[in-house]
Structures are given as C-alpha cells and as structure tokens.
C-alpha cells in the first residue's frame, strides 16, 4: 500500500507512511490546530454544558483569508450570515479541531517499523475525521497560495528555487492523500 490508503478491516483505511511523511503530515496537522486557536474545551475551567449550547460565537468573517476559506460566510446577506456564523462558528471550530487532533493522536500512536515507517490503520471514525482534517489542510493551503476555483497550472511548473514550490507539492500530495481515502471509504 505504497503511499495511497487501501480498505482496512471493517470499513476503515490503512496507509503505509514513511518517517518523513509521518512527519510532514503531523507538522500540518498542529499548524492547522494552531490556525485554528484554542476552543472552550481547552481551557482550565470545567465545561459548562448549557452554557455552550447558548455561548454565542463571533459575526464577522475571519480576516485571515485561510480562515475566512475555513469559515466561510453562509448567506450572501450580511446580516443571515452573521446571524447564522455567531451560532455556528464555535462548533465548526470545535469539530475542525477535533479532527486535526485525531491527525496528531493517531500518528503519535504509530510504532515505527524496521525501516522507519509504519502503517496507519483508521477505523470508520478515524477516516471520516483524516478526511476532514485532509481537506481543512488543502483548503487553508489554497487560500495561502490564492488557488481558485479556476486552474492555477502555473503553480505546477514552478521551478525549484521558487519558494513556494514546497507548498504547491504538499498540496497536491495532500489531494491525493484525499481522493486515494475517499475511494477507499465509499462503498
């Protein structure tokens, strides 16, 4: 399973990750965290659950442009949208979290084979929350290279030296990490 996941048991993925993929991987993964910012959940004081159900979060759009492409406006008009962000950008934030998390976790647990690597096994939860994670990632990297919708081919040519080649590779890798666990997890 060189470098593509394949069908695990029970519906789940695995992937064989050499110790500089693992790396990289986990490297985004804590940089998407750390974009992210800590949620209620993170901090020292107990967890108040009905005072998150009505914890209101921010009405404006992030102006970070990876943010704003992670927590994009939901309405066109203004004010929906803001009402609509200030119930909801919490628990995004929460579950994007969460699965950048499940990144790091389940890469920590890794135990290195003989030649540095390991294979990753995900159960059913686990893929859905490295697909989530895997597409958060492309996403924030998008915005940081001003990919759009249309086809940006001359990011793909660019010479070495450029310095956001090492950018452009890791977003395509990721996109195939991506496309290889969504053909794996669909039935």
Do not use: H
């Amino acid at each position: 399973m060189p470098g593509y996941f394949q069908t695990a048991a029970e519906g789940g993925a695995a992937i064989a990750l050499d110790e500089v993929e693992i790396s990289i991987l986990r490297s985004l993964a804590v940089q998407l965290l750390e974009l992210i910012g800590p949620g209620a959940a993170d901090t020292a004081e107990p967890a108040d659950p009905l005072a998150e159900l009505f914890a209101e979060g921010p009405t404006r759009p992030p102006e970070d442009p990876a943010l704003a492409r992670l927590f994009p406006d939901a309405y066109e008009e203004e004010a929906d949208s803001s009402e609509f962000r200030r119930f909801t950008e919490n628990d995004l934030r929460a579950r994007k979290r969460d699965d950048a998390l499940a990144v790091v976790r389940s890469l920590d647990a890794l135990t290195a084979g003989g030649d540095g690597g390991a294979v990753l096994t995900l159960d059913a939860g686990q893929a859905r929350q490295w697909l989530g994670a895997l597409n958060d990632l492309r996403l924030t990297m998008g915005a940081r290279l001003e990919i759009s919708d249309d086809e940006n081919s001359e990011l793909y040519r660019l010479p070495d030296s450029d310095p956001r080649k090492p950018l452009v590779m890791a977003y395509l890798w990721l996109g195939a990490l991506q496309e290889s666990l969504v053909e794996t997890l669909m039935p």
